[in-house]
């Protein structure tokens, strides 16, 4: 199984993006997924995670700013993010929750800067 994040850029601060995570393999509907960051000289950090009936977690800085969601058919996971800061900046990346170590895939760069 293989994991593809997408959707990353430049956005001004408060605005949004939307980050889709495309699994390759029919097992995807089986797993916990999550979506995690990296900012330069920080530790990977769990951003939000949904579990395989749909109920979900976020890290606080993210709490009703940002949305994690799933399509099992399309085997794919989303994350919505809104009203984005400056601290937002990093890589974002997707795997299982918890992670797995070989799923780390390259991840997308999202920028929040004016």
């Known amino acids: 199984v293989q994991l593809q994040a997408s959707g990353g850029g430049l956005v001004q601060p408060g605005g949004s993006l939307t980050l889709s995570c495309a699994a390759s393999g029919s097992i995807f509907s089986d797993w916990a997924m999550g979506w995690y960051r990296q900012a330069p000289g920080n530790q990977r950090e769990i951003v939000a995670g949904?579990?395989?009936?749909?109920?979900?977690i976020y890290a606080d800085s993210v709490k009703g700013r940002f949305t994690i969601s799933r399509d099992n058919a399309k085997n794919t996971v989303y994350l919505q993010m809104n009203s984005l800061k400056p601290d937002d900046t990093a890589v974002y990346y997707c795997n299982r929750w918890p992670a797995t170590q070989y799923l780390w895939g390259q991840g997308t760069q999202v920028t929040v800067s004016s």
């Open positions: 949904i579990r395989t009936g749909g109920s979900t």
